[in-house]
């Protein structure tokens, strides 16, 4: 008992020391924005109506309910720092290598095969996709499940009994909705039936064994059924690979995955589809060895049953992710879908060999020695493989140092570089990812966002068409190309994409917010505030267009209204300087100035040196006509700054100074400072500021400073 307790503990040891590290990492540009920090009813963590979302709506192509709570509840717990994410999904595994060890030793009773069976499986660099990808949740979730679910089958064989199949039939539930691909867990229960368990001793038991999973099959069934009909799961059009290339990819696929468990190295995400497929020759000698060690172990299937056992397992779990049903358009196979298969394989090795090598006199010796070996070069590789997982360039980098042609890796280190600002290097990788994908439009799109940045229009402009043409539906790209349009200088055309984007998604939220924007600039109003309010109704987490519509309704005079939408957008973005600055205008136009001043000086902690905040809140504190507000060294100060910036040439901020010194007490420089600005308001032909300043210099004249309600 100690000793199966330190082996746990081992277990757990093992897991922290090569995947420990993923909690300090971030998230990365590859789906965790669409899974997790950009899926704002995910981000908002666990209620009633989001567990009601989880069940109602497929993620990425998936319909996995479980996983996304699972998601829902880390946000719940550590908002959207990614560390904490990261974190579990080692928990889970840790859990899952001691649970395969405990389940494995309850069907077989062999200590030492069972813990080296664990810790292949806890350890081994293909497990770094699945673990140190938060976006994997899936498979460490359903993992844990499937292992579980074994467990209550084998008890369920030794006590049978109702209450234990339902056991079963739950924990295989769970798994189905936390990732589809346990649906091949009757199958690996009939060829546990064979081994170890040793209930189908002859063809006649054959039929009953399956008639008792008929309920699991059903469920398995179901589950697919649901995942298939989930939008996007199955590609289609121009990506789709005639059949022959994806019989011929499989065959490849799983000769890769056996190369891989034996010299993992070159390990990436993802593995690109070779143009034109696999040539003939790889595909033929790929069936030749799948030909091979099928005709083998089937002729060891008297001798050693659990090599027959072993490679069924590995072949049927892989067949529904093997590329027969295409279900990635850039991934020819992944590291994560070996995550369940290859525990058959090595199940079959590791039992094989000990029976192998029973009459070596110094059996335990040799297998122990090799054994340590074997762990600890895998667990440093592994370690090394999980480091790479820690950022998007590292990830992106390594990809493209150990692949040809990865279209998808380039384009998720140019979105990398577009994030950080290096523009012109995100264009570059954008170029090679279209010069390997050419009809891919969302490639078009993201260099067209790219030029975006850039500031050049034109090519901005001419990517998105070119995006348009290969996917004449995406929303996004309308949108985007409005906006360049707007910003070129034709409303007309701008407003036609943003109603195309409309008419093709009637509930976009960016669409009704873009179209607001335009509407906005061209001062139609009340337009303007319809479709801000239909955006924060589709996207409650929109801070950009409460912001928005809180200046439309200022701009027609209603402040009041506008301060509630300007606080809702900071209850969203607390530290955005541009909406802090709304809310402080709009309160002081609304006599709450003690209030502005606050949120005046808030905004400069954020963004220093903004001159037109610091003048505002230096004329609140120079001019305000509450006397506990006014602090004329303070604004002096504040306005000094503010000259200083502007190069004592804007006439109003020449103004506020004046005013700022005569709070202070100093009118002789007061009205020096304002005769400045007059004369430059006199220079610009500014009428109305020439009127006031001439007020002014007549109160600093006779020894009084300015009081106002307004700084217009």
């Known amino acids: 008992m100690l000793l199966t307790a330190g082996l746990c503990l081992a277990l757990v040891g093992l897991v922290w020391a090569v995947f420990g590290q993923a909690a300090g990492f971030g998230f990365v540009n590859y789906d965790d924005d669409q899974y997790v920090y950009n899926n704002a009813t995910v981000a908002k963590g666990l209620s009633i109506k989001a567990v009601a979302w989880a069940f109602t709506h497929a ?101 049978p009994s109702r209450v234990n199949y339902l056991i079963l039939t739950l924990l295989f539930a769970l798994g189905l909705m936390a990732k589809s691909m346990v649906a091949t867990l009757p199958f690996v229960l009939l060829l546990l039936d064979y081994w170890p368990l040793g209930r189908l001793r002859n063809k006649h038991d054959f039929l009953p064994m399956v008639a008792e999973k008929i309920p699991l099959f059903a469920l398995a069934a179901a589950a697919c059924a649901v995942t298939a009909l989930a939008p996007e799961l199955l590609v289609t059009g121009v990506h789709r690979l005639p059949l022959l290339e994806r019989a011929g990819n499989a065959m490849v696929s799983y000769a890769v995955y056996l190369r891989q468990m034996l010299f993992p190295v070159g390990l990436a995400t993802p593995y690109p589809y070779p143009p034109g497929g696999h040539p003939l020759w790889k ?20 001798k050693a049953p659990v090599l027959l056992v072993g490679w069924l397992w590995y072949l049927g779990m892989l067949l529904p992710v093997i590329g027969i049903v295409q279900i990635s358009k850039d991934a020819a196979h992944a590291d994560r879908y070996t995550y369940l298969p290859e525990i058959g394989l090595v199940l079959g090795i590791t039992w094989a060999v000990a029976e192998w090598t029973s009459r070596w006199r110094h059996q335990r010796e040799i297998l122990g020695s090799a054994t340590a070996v074997m762990v600890c070069a895998l667990a440093v590789t592994g370690h090394q493989q999980a480091s790479y997982w820690k950022d998007d360039k590292t990830l992106w980098t390594h ?26 290097k995100s264009i570059a990788e954008f170029d090679l990812a279209i010069e390997f994908n050419p009809a891919e439009g969302e490639l078009y799109y993201n260099r067209g966002i790219s030029y975006l940045m850039k500031g050049d229009l034109d090519q901005a402009i001419a990517q998105f068409r070119r995006g348009l043409e290969l996917k004449p539906a995406a929303v996004e790209i309308h949108n985007n190309l409005g906006v360049a349009l707007l910003n070129k200088g034709y409303p007309q055309e701008a407003l036609q994409q943003f109603q195309e984007s409309l008419r093709i998604e009637p509930d976009n939220a960016d669409a009704h917010y873009d179209l607001g924007g335009l509407l906005l600039k061209y001062h139609k109003l009340d337009e303007a505030i319809g479709q801000f309010r239909e955006a924060v ?49 709009a309160l002081a136009r609304t006599g709450r ?17 903004q001159v037109e905040v610091q003048g505002d809140l230096a004329w609140w504190l120079a001019t305000s006509p509450e006397g506990a507000l006014r602090d004329g060294k303070a604004a002096v100060a504040l306005a000094t700054q503010a000259n200083q910036s502007s190069g004592g040439g804007n006439a109003m901020v020449l103004r506020i100074l004046a005013a700022a010194y005569a709070e202070d007490g100093n009118y002789p420089m007061a009205a020096q400072t304002a005769q400045k600005a007059l004369d430059l308001a006199n220079a610009q032909g500014n009428a109305a500021l020439v009127g006031v300043v001439q007020k002014d210099i007549r109160l600093y004249e006779s020894g009084n400073p300015v009081r106002s309600p307004s700084i217009r």
């Open 399 to 424: 990809s493209l140092a150990c692949t040809l042609g990865n279209s998808s890796a380039h384009n998720n280190l140019g979105l990398a570089y577009a994030k950080e600002g290096s523009v012109e």
């Open 593 to 609: 100035r003690k209030e502005a001043i606050a949120h005046y000086r808030r905004v400069l902690e954020l963004k220093p040196g």
């Open 59 to 159: 993620q990425v192509g998936n319909w996995i309910p479980l996983t996304t709570l699972s998601h829902m509840l880390d946000c719940e717990i550590f908002g959207l720092a990614a560390g904490g994410h990261h974190l579990v999904n080692v928990l889970w595994h840790a859990a899952n290598a001691v649970l395969l060890f405990l389940v494995l030793r309850q069907m077989t009773g062999r200590l030492w095969r069972c813990a080296f069976v664990a810790a292949l499986f806890a350890v081994h660099p293909l497990r770094a996709e699945s673990v140190a990808w938060v976006s994997e949740r899936k498979d460490v979730l359903s993992g844990f499940f499937f292992i579980l679910a074994i467990g209550a089958y084998a008890r369920q064989v030794c006590r």
């Open 537 to 585: 109704a589709l996207d409650p987490e929109k801070a950009e267009a409460f912001d928005n519509l809180g200046n439309a309704l200022s701009m027609k005079g209603d402040d009041d209204n506008a301060i509630g939408q300007y606080e809702k957008a900071l209850a969203i973005e607390p530290n955005n300087a541009a909406t802090r600055c709304n809310l402080a205008n």
């Open 283 to 302: 595909v033929g000698a790929a069936f030749a060895l799948l030909a091979a060690i099928s005709a083998w172990v089937v002729t060891m299937r008297k």
